[in-house]
């Protein structure tokens, strides 16, 4: 593909795609605009404080070399990034209504000010703006930022809803009974339980309650070059530091069991990547139903 195709496909993309729009990424099926700004924000500005005191603590004991090298601090750096993105996209949505409402829709010229306009020739662009109804002139195309958030939002949130369970899974499976220790101190304890357990919880939420961002089966391809990039990763620390981020990826112990274990991982991957499919096509289908209920019910 050259490089002009490339570029026509990902515009294509961002500007001609009916589900890159921000009623589907910045709405919730039932909680209300100005709760969810508020939410997304507030989980934003806790993620970003988990992030910074467990990098800050790793510093302190010496292994902020390796801080970025483990996939939970990678996968709680996309789970912050993404309410950065939907903290943006649903802020500025909100706004966006609320002008909308407050303004109201303005006249284009009565009849008594008809008489008193300008000639035609001296009209000019930003006259015929400011006469038009505010939700016409307000249909302009979105900008390039703001459809790269919507596509980055989109990425990080299907990729941190299917990783999410499995960094649960395999800490608290795996790792933490045979690190008893791990959790020595409040801080501790907080940032453990926020990076492998509360990860889980804000993806319910977000797949439950919060979130109408769709989920696509072609969009796989995607998680699967995160899981390669980070097994380079796992490796590249070997090579360079001799250091092996997890025990199962050491062949000193594993051998040729390592494939197998990689496997396993993309399996488990694939499970929860059909399962949340199948759990947003029921949320698609149940929500909007409800809501129509909802609505007849007021109405009768």
Not at 153 to 164: D, G, K, R, V
Not at 196 to 223: D, Q
């Amino acid at each position: 593909m050259t490089r002009l195709g490339i570029r026509r496909r990902f515009y294509c993309f961002l500007f001609h795609n009916p589900e890159l729009r921000d009623e589907l990424f910045a709405t919730s099926y039932v909680v209300p605009q100005r709760i969810l700004a508020g939410i997304r924000s507030t989980l934003f500005i806790y993620c970003l404080a988990v992030l910074i005191s467990n990098l800050a603590v790793n510093v302190a004991h010496g292994a902020g070399w390796n801080w970025a090298a483990y996939f939970t601090t990678l996968t709680f750096f996309g789970i912050t990034l993404y309410y950065g993105f939907a903290s943006y996209t649903t802020i500025a949505y909100a706004w966006k209504q609320q002008k909308i409402r407050t303004d109201g829709v303005a006249t284009l010229v009565d009849s008594e000010s008809a008489s008193q306009s300008p000639p035609l020739s001296d009209i000019g662009e930003g006259y015929i703006k400011n006469s038009m109804p505010r939700e016409i002139a307000q249909t302009q195309p979105p900008s390039l930022a703001h459809q790269v958030a919507l596509a980055s939002q989109w990425i990080l949130y299907e990729s941190f809803t299917c990783f999410a369970p499995l960094v649960s899974l395999i800490y608290w499976a795996l790792l933490f009974p045979t690190q008893n220790d791990i959790l020595d101190s409040g801080l501790d304890t907080w940032m453990g339980v926020s990076m492998h357990a509360l990860n889980s919880v804000l993806m319910l939420c977000e797949v439950g309650v919060f979130a109408k961002t769709p989920y696509r089966y072609s969009h796989f391809w995607i998680l699967f070059v995160f899981l390669a990039l980070y097994l380079g990763l796992a490796y590249f620390m070997v090579g360079v530091y001799g250091f092996y981020v997890y025990p199962f990826f050491d062949s000193r112990y594993f051998g040729g069991y390592i494939a197998l274990i990689c496997l396993l991982i993309i399996d488990i991957i694939a499970v929860v990547w059909v399962i949340m499919l199948m759990v947003h096509r029921l949320r698609d289908g149940l929500y909007p139903r409800w809501l129509l209920k909802r609505q007849r019910s007021t109405v009768f």
